[in-house]
């Protein structure tokens, strides 16, 4: 009977400890001249930005919340260099950070955490076995022959083979994972849609995915990408040229047999780079039928008007200088830049992101049918 009523009056104990279903971080940051203030919790997204604050007392800090998208979250301090990057989902966390050396921090807990720490300890490996961190330091001194960088990255590239292998068999074992939902919608466009629409909806039948974004942001992503397949028509966007002109998409392609929409923006390096050898290939087929529209995505209608005239860009110039919130450059899931999509006279897809050494061959090909 004694034991009875032992078990009876911890069950009573035990429902009446609060829960928490969301996450805890406890926190101790170590070093000098550290004053007490303010700790600042906050989500790396520039979509839905999340942020919390917490005191900040003696070195510790404590945060307590749940999260529907379990992401990178960074945490500063109040007077103090440096952000600690870590997982948060809804689980209990622990971290010891250093000043001086917030970007190894030591983490424990939470089972994607866990999962992430042994992840990036196989990377690791390889990133010791090839010693690319003094290669990296190598490859920007002044010194450094072209010779030297070229090899340098083909050893790079060795590597990252390597670190590829790795992230595909985690992905492979771990398909759950929060992290692996938010790694598969940078990979979207590695996969075939049909496959990815079966992610999808493995995602959405699993209640801890209830309303997360990463799950939603695939969908919408690969809604996209199946309207921009070869042979399907280019979606049509209106944006105003240098002089504030409305051009319509269908207005350039119309009057080429193939018409290349190009991606750019003035401020980006490598698009700059390439524009002589576009401006030589465009010489070379214009008069056979090949026409381009630039799209920047600029944002300072100076720096886009400026690189126009010092590239010699002859052709139709657009842009509604909205930066990465460019309208056109989301209908086309342009997540980087330079890329490019090709379409032919009557405005269907012919191909998406043809290389800069391959164009003037697909350029060839497709106006000698």
């Known amino acids: 009977m004694k034991k009875i009523l ?13 829960k928490h279903d969301g996450f805890i971080i406890e926190g101790t940051v170590t070093g000098d001249n550290i004053t007490d203030g303010k700790a600042y919790l906050t989500n790396l997204s520039r979509v839905e930005p999340i942020k919390d604050t917490a005191d900040f007392i003696a070195g510790k800090f404590s945060f307590k919340g749940k999260v529907t998208t379990p992401e990178n979250y960074a945490i500063t301090f109040d007077g103090i260099e440096g952000r600690v990057v870590l ?74 083979k390597e670190t590829a292998v790795i992230d595909s068999t985690f992905f492979a074992n771990n398909p759950n994972s929060f992290y692996t939902v938010n790694e598969m919608l940078k990979k979207v466009e590695d996969y075939p849609v049909a496959e ?45 040229d240098p002089k504030g002109n409305p051009v319509t998409l269908s207005s350039v392609y119309t009057q080429n047999k193939i018409t290349m929409i190009d991606f750019w923006a003035g401020w980006c390096g490598p698009c700059r780079a390439f524009n002589p050898t576009l401006v030589e290939i465009y010489k070379k087929y ?84």
């Open 6 to 18: 032992l078990l009876v009056v911890a069950a009573a104990m035990f429902a009446c400890t609060p």
């Open 87 to 160: 997982f948060v989902d809804n689980s209990t966390l622990t971290v010891n950070a250093t000043v001086g050396a917030f970007n190894k921090p030591d983490i424990t807990g939470g089972v994607t955490n866990e999962l992430i720490k042994a992840l990036n300890a196989e990377k690791q490996v390889v990133n010791t076995k090839y010693n690319l961190d003094s290669l990296l330091t190598e490859f920007y001194k002044e010194t450094t022959t072209k010779e030297r960088k070229d090899s340098i990255i083909a050893i790079y590239e060795v590597a990252q």
């Open 196 to 240: 990815m629409e079966a992610k999808i909806a493995a995602y959405k039948a699993l209640p801890e995915f209830a309303g997360n974004r990463f799950v939603a942001d695939m969908e919408t992503a690969v809604n996209t990408l199946k309207g921009l397949e070869p042979g399907m028509l280019a979606p049509e966007f209106t944006l105003n």
């Open 286 to 369: 214009n008069k056979a039928g090949f026409g381009i529209i630039g799209v920047s995505l600029d944002n300072d209608a100076n720096v886009w008007n400026q690189a126009i005239a010092d590239d010699k860009l002859t052709w139709v110039q657009v842009s509604d200088l909205q930066y990465w919130n460019s309208a056109a450059a989301k209908l086309y899931y342009v997540r980087y830049i330079p890329q490019n999509i090709f379409v032919d006279q009557e405005g269907k897809i012919v191909k998406r992101k043809v290389g800069k050494d391959e164009i003037d061959a697909f350029l060839a090909e497709f106006l000698a049918k």
